[in-house]
Structures are given as structure tokens and as C-alpha cells.
């Protein structure tokens, strides 16, 4: 009786642990840039596999962001499609496993340019958006 005691004590400690560092988990910020360049507007529709964003469209040199809590397990990501004249792309603007805080690149306020050959991050160490990946499709 006494191990089941501790077991049930153990566990609503635990559930109350992870209530509260998901309550104090600090919020990431994904800000999206227009840099098509060629006075072309940007189409975006965002979404996670529990929230779906919407769809949207950026003018020239136009921004957006979304804010999010990321997953205590690492399991968090958001990928947007991004659409401007015949070309339609998509690409996972955070993957927490690649986007996390601590990680080279990693962040809390992410920021995007779009691009049309692909998505480049803006690099905490200079100040400039080189850390550029391929589009997913």
C-alpha cells in the first residue's frame, strides 16, 4: 500500500512539474519576410499538425509573424506553402529540433526571408540573413 502511495505522489508531482514548465515555457516568435524581390507579392499558408494559421499574402517587402510555445519533448514544427505567380513551395519555418534556442541557429524570435531559390534565416552571430536552406518541395 505504502508503494502505491508513493507512486500516486511521485506521479501528480511530475504532472505538476510539467504543468508548470509548460505555463513558463518562454514563447517563440516566427516573423516571415518578402524578399521575392521583382514587385512580386507572397501567398503563405501556415500551419502545425495541431494549428492550422491560415492563409495570407505579403506585399512587397511586407512581414508577418505568428508566437508559439514550443513542446516540452522537442516535438514542435510549423511549416508554411508559399506561393508567388506559377511557383508554389513549402518548407518547415521551425523544426524545433533544428530551431531550438541552443542550437547554432537556434532562436526564440526567428526571422525569415522568403526568397525564390529558398527560406534564409537571419544569423544571431552577424546580424544577416545567410543561413539558407532548400525548399522542402
Same mark, same amino acid.
Given at each position: 500500500?505504502d508503494?502505491?502511495?508513493?507512486?500516486?505522489?511521485?506521479?501528480?508531482?511530475?504532472?505538476?512539474?510539467?504543468?508548470?514548465?509548460?505555463?513558463?515555457?518562454?514563447?517563440?516568435?516566427?516573423?516571415?519576410?518578402?524578399?521575392?524581390?521583382?514587385?512580386?507579392?507572397l501567398?503563405?499558408?501556415?500551419?502545425s499538425?495541431?494549428?492550422?494559421?491560415?492563409?495570407?499574402?505579403?506585399?512587397?517587402?511586407?512581414? #508577418?509573424?505568428?508566437?508559439?510555445k514550443p513542446?516540452?519533448?522537442?516535438?514542435?514544427?510549423?511549416?508554411?506553402?508559399?506561393? #508567388?505567380g506559377n511557383?508554389?513551395?513549402?518548407?518547415d519555418?521551425?523544426?524545433?529540433k533544428?530551431?531550438?534556442?541552443?542550437?547554432?541557429?537556434?532562436?526564440?524570435?526567428?526571422e #525569415?526571408?522568403?526568397?525564390?531559390?529558398?527560406?534564409?534565416k537571419?544569423?544571431?552571430?552577424n546580424?544577416?540573413?545567410d543561413?539558407?536552406?532548400? #525548399?522542402?518541395?
Amino acid at each position: 500500500m505504502d508503494s502505491l502511495k508513493h507512486h500516486i505522489v511521485f506521479f501528480i508531482t511530475m504532472i505538476m512539474f510539467m504543468n508548470a514548465t509548460m505555463s513558463c515555457a518562454q514563447k517563440t516568435t516566427v516573423v516571415i519576410h518578402n524578399d521575392l524581390g521583382s514587385g512580386l507579392s507572397l501567398g503563405y499558408h501556415c500551419q502545425s499538425g495541431d494549428n492550422d494559421l491560415g492563409y495570407g499574402g505579403l506585399g512587397v517587402g511586407g512581414s #508577418w509573424f505568428f508566437r508559439f510555445k514550443p513542446d516540452i519533448f522537442g516535438r514542435t514544427l510549423f511549416f508554411c506553402r508559399f506561393s #508567388w505567380g506559377n511557383e508554389s513551395h513549402y518548407f518547415d519555418i521551425y523544426k524545433q529540433k533544428r530551431d531550438k534556442e541552443f542550437e547554432k541557429f537556434g532562436c526564440t524570435h526567428c526571422e #525569415w526571408k522568403i526568397r525564390k531559390n529558398g527560406p534564409c534565416k537571419l544569423n544571431k552571430i552577424n546580424n544577416m540573413f545567410d543561413v539558407c536552406l532548400p #525548399w522542402n518541395s
